[in-house]
Structures are given as C-alpha cells and as structure tokens.
C-alpha cells in the first residue's frame, strides 16, 4: 500500500493550507478570549448576587420579596375565597332544609288527618277539619338574595347598622 502511495502523486497547494493553519490559530486565540470573557463575567455575576445588587425583576429572579409577596396575596384570596363561597352556599341549604322540614310538617299534618278520619270525612267537611287538625306554620322571612347578605355584612363591618333596641 506504501508504494502505490507512493507513486500517487497529490495536488498540494501549500498556501491553502498555510493559511488554513493561520486561521486555526486565530480561532484558537479567538476561543481563548472569549472563555476569558465569560469567567469574568460569572465572577462578576457572582460578585453582584453575593452584594445583594443582583437583578430584582420579579421575572427573571423568583425569589424576590415581591413575588413571594405576590404569592401569599394569592394563596389568602384564594383560602378566604373558598371559605366564603362554602359558608354561603352552607346558608342557602340550612334555609332550604328548614323550609322544607317545615312543609313536610305540613302535608304530614293533613294526611294524618285523612289517616284517622278514614272513609268518613264527606268532601265538604275537609276544609273544616282541615283548618282545626294542621298547625299554623310560620315559614318566617324569605331568605335573603346574595347582594342583601353582603350588604348586610358590609353595615355590619362600618357599624351602620342602624338596629333599634
């Protein structure tokens, strides 16, 4: 393989090369600077975060103050929130429950009424009896629309709940 290597000949051109090692060793220099560069520029990184004078954009870093801020702001609105949906829609079932309870009382009333008077009762007396054997239920104040219970609770806070002894 040497002797017909040998006997090849190659066409050289000596200043392409020359000048290909030239540029090899620029890009060398070149390399060399700019990792120079940059140890200095993460020193000086360094240097800033361990004064305290490193970046405060809440963005870029985020662990300032204002985005740890930012967060719990968040979290509160958020738990408060929640408790405040709960506890109102916790009101409107209570409501809802007692009014039904008390209607159930209701009809239960009458239909024990039709139980003990069986097939006695003529059509004409069940408005009698009726009157005589239900109790008088009060089903009190209709509850109250969102917008009255925040205006309530709001008076109630600023003290101009203006309430008569």
């Given amino acids: 393989m040497l002797s017909e290597l040998s006997?090849?000949?190659f066409d050289i051109d000596s200043r392409k090369i020359n000048s290909l090692i030239a540029e090899q060793a620029q890009n060398e220099q070149r390399s060399q600077f700019l990792d120079a560069m940059m140890r200095v520029i993460y020193a000086r990184q360094v240097e800033k975060q361990a004064l305290g004078e490193g970046d405060t954009d809440a963005i870029t870093n985020p662990n300032t103050r204002e985005t740890q801020i930012l967060r719990l702001?968040?979290?509160t609105i958020t738990r408060f929130g929640?408790?405040?949906v709960i506890s109102f829609l916790v009101g409107i079932l209570v409501s809802l429950y007692r009014y039904n309870v008390k209607l159930?009382?209701?009809?239960?009333?009458?239909?024990d009424l039709f139980i003990?008077?069986?097939?006695?009762?003529?059509?004409?007396?069940?408005?009698a009896f009726a009157s005589s054997f239900t109790p008088?239920?009060?089903f009190g104040k209709t509850p109250s629309t969102p917008i009255e219970q925040v205006v309530e609770m709001v008076r109630a806070v600023r003290g101009l709940?203006?309430?008569t002894d």
Avoid: H, M
């Fill in 104 to 111: 159930a009382a209701f009809y239960l009333a009458r239909a």
């Fill in 7 to 9: 006997t090849q000949k």
């Fill in 136 to 138: 008088q239920l009060d």
């Fill in 161 to 163: 709940d203006k309430q």
């Fill in 73 to 75: 702001v968040q979290t």
């Fill in 116 to 127: 003990l008077l069986g097939n006695e009762i003529k059509p004409s007396d069940v408005k």
């Fill in 82 to 84: 929640t408790l405040a």
